[in-house]
Every structure is written in C-alpha cells, then in structure tokens.
C-alpha cells in the first residue's frame, strides 16, 4: 500500500461527459502529480500540484482540468469526454524538496476509465 | 528532445537474468529511476541512481549507468515468475521536480 487513494477505481461514461477523479496523497507529501496510462502511448504527465499551486504542466488537454485543495487532496476534471480518453489515470505524489529528497513518487492504483 | 526510451517486451526463461534497457536525454545531473508495475496495480520505485554513479547494486537488482552513451539498464538476476511486469525507466534532472517516463517494458518471464 503506498499511501496514495484515488477513486473511483473503475469508471465507465458516455461521449461527451464529465467526470472528476479524485486523489489523497500520502500523509505529508505536498507535491500530487497526475499521469495519464494508454495502451500505446506509455505513462504521460499532464500535470503536478505543490501546495496547492500549479507547478508544472505536460501533455494537458484544454477539455481537462486540475486543482489541488488545501487539505492537499487533488481532483481532475476530464470534460467533453471522447473515446480516446479511455485509459488509466494515476495520480503520485510525492515529499519534494525535503532535505534528503531523492525523488521517489508513491503512486496510487489508479482510475480506469472507460469512454463509451 | 525530451524522450527516455525503452524496448517494449523482454521474455526470460525462469532462473536466467533479465536486462532491461533504458536510454535517457538529460545531460546534465540527473537522478534515474526504475519502477515496476504490476498487473492492476500502480508503479512501485525499484531502486534509483544519481548521475554521478556507475553501478548500484540492491540484492537480485543490477542498475549500470553509460553516462556517455546516456544508457541505463537494470538487471534482474535469477528472474522469478514474480517478476513479471511492467518495467518503467524515469528520469528526474537535479533541482527540478519534472519526472520522464519511458514507455515501459513488459517483462514476461517463462516457467
């Protein structure tokens, strides 16, 4: 168990909907980074969070959405869903800049989403 | 660019050794992970390597790092049918909190 709770676990949805993925990052960690899983296109970053603010950004689409709250928990917003959204999202988070920091991201399960 | 590439499948009989490939682009230092990820599950840290280092070695786990060819590869020694997974070589640069995922080995290994 690495500390790290998304939910829902599975989600299947219709063309053309919205849907919000939820994360709880590991007790104490700042940092949340979100990651999309397909099939044939590896482990993309679309997006991190660090105490609330945005601090980086990758391959995010304009239909999806972030933001981290200030009890540290983060959602994303994926809208106008089509059928290549379907994939897994995993959400990481991570201590970032602690003394000692290595870098180790402590990953949750992931969301499977299903775009029918 | 920013690509870390890895080869998609390896197959290994159970009991040989398993090497895993990596390449990397970041030229300056630079931490270098490896994460395993299981069937259902999300990605578990392996072991990690900074830059400034050749080998790191952590029980049946082998990590050789090629600075000049910007190589890195794991290798698992006496592979179990545990071990079959998802093999996801990263990349960190020193001072930045920027990760690059390569797209993953799967590793099968054969009873």
């Known amino acids: 168990d690495s500390g790290v709770t998304q939910t829902p676990k599975h989600l299947i949805t219709a063309t053309g909907q919205r849907v919000t993925l939820r994360c709880s990052p590991r007790?104490?960690?700042?940092?949340v980074y979100w990651y999309q899983q397909s099939l044939d296109q590896g482990l993309q970053f679309l997006i991190q969070y660090y105490n609330g603010e945005e601090r980086a950004k990758g391959n995010i689409l304009e239909r999806f959405s972030a933001q981290q709250f200030p009890d540290l928990h983060s959602e994303l917003n994926l809208s106008s869903l089509e059928l290549g959204d379907s994939a897994l999202y995993f959400c990481?988070?991570?201590?970032?800049?602690?003394?000692?920091?290595?870098?180790?991201?402590?990953f949750g399960e992931g969301s499977r989403l299903t775009v029918l | 660019g920013e690509d870390v590439e890895q080869s998609l499948f390896l197959s290994v009989r159970e009991g040989d050794s398993s090497v895993i490939n990596c390449t990397y682009t970041d030229s300056s230092s630079t931490y270098l992970y490896w994460y395993k990820q299981e069937p259902g599950a999300g990605l578990q840290l392996l072991t990690y390597?900074?830059?400034?280092?050749d080998m790191k070695q952590d029980q049946r786990l082998t990590v050789l790092l090629n600075k000049k060819d910007k190589h890195l590869s794991l290798r698992i020694a006496d592979t179990q049918t545990g071990d079959s997974a998802i093999y996801f070589c990263?990349?960190?640069?020193?001072?930045?909190?920027?990760?690059?995922f390569g797209t993953g080995t799967r590793l099968k290994v054969l009873a």
């Open positions: 990263a990349e960190r640069a020193s001072g930045t909190y920027k990760y690059i």
């Open positions: 390597i900074f830059s400034n280092m």
């Open positions: 990481a988070s991570s201590v970032n800049g602690k003394e000692g920091y290595t870098g180790e991201l402590f």
């Open positions: 007790s104490g960690d700042l940092s």
